[in-house]
Nanobody
Framework: QVQLVESGGGLVQPGGSLRLSCAAS????????MGWYRQAPGKQREWVAT????????NYADSVKGRFTISRDNAKSTVYLQMNSLKPEDTAVYYC???????????????WGQGTQVTVSS
């Protein structure tokens, strides 16, 4: 089992940047692939980005590709989401998730953090 705690959210103007962090505790962090998801008001939770256990491969939703970067530091048991060129439509609660890759596809385990609010507004 793994416990996840997100931080780094806040209010930012359009075009601004934020870096989210997700600290993990419990079972060995480096054995999990990790992902970021988000949920806007009235919408379903959607996938944002994922990263393999050794950070050798990353994947992004088309809506954030080129603006967001997922990374991880296994020594610190932390995964990050650097968000640049933020848009109002990026406003959501952002969640990190622990999962695995099978056959090139990310599968989420039922390990979620409590979420961190990101609001992009002028």
């Amino acid at each position: 089992q793994v416990q996840l705690v997100e931080s780094g959210g806040g209010l930012v103007q359009p075009g601004g940047s934020l870096r989210l962090s997700c600290a993990a505790s419990g079972n060995i962090f480096s054995t999990y692939a990790m992902g970021w998801y988000r949920q806007a008001p009235g919408k379903q939770r959607e996938w944002v980005a994922t990263i393999t256990q050794t950070a050798g491969n990353t994947n992004y939703a088309d809506s954030v590709k080129g603006r967001f970067t997922i990374s991880r530091d296994n020594a610190k048991s932390t995964v990050y989401l650097q968000m640049n060129s933020l848009k109002p439509e990026d406003t959501a609660v952002y969640y990190c998730n622990a999962g695995t890759y099978l056959g090139g596809t990310y599968y989420s385990y039922n390990y979620w953090g409590q979420g961190t609010q990101v609001t992009v507004s002028s």
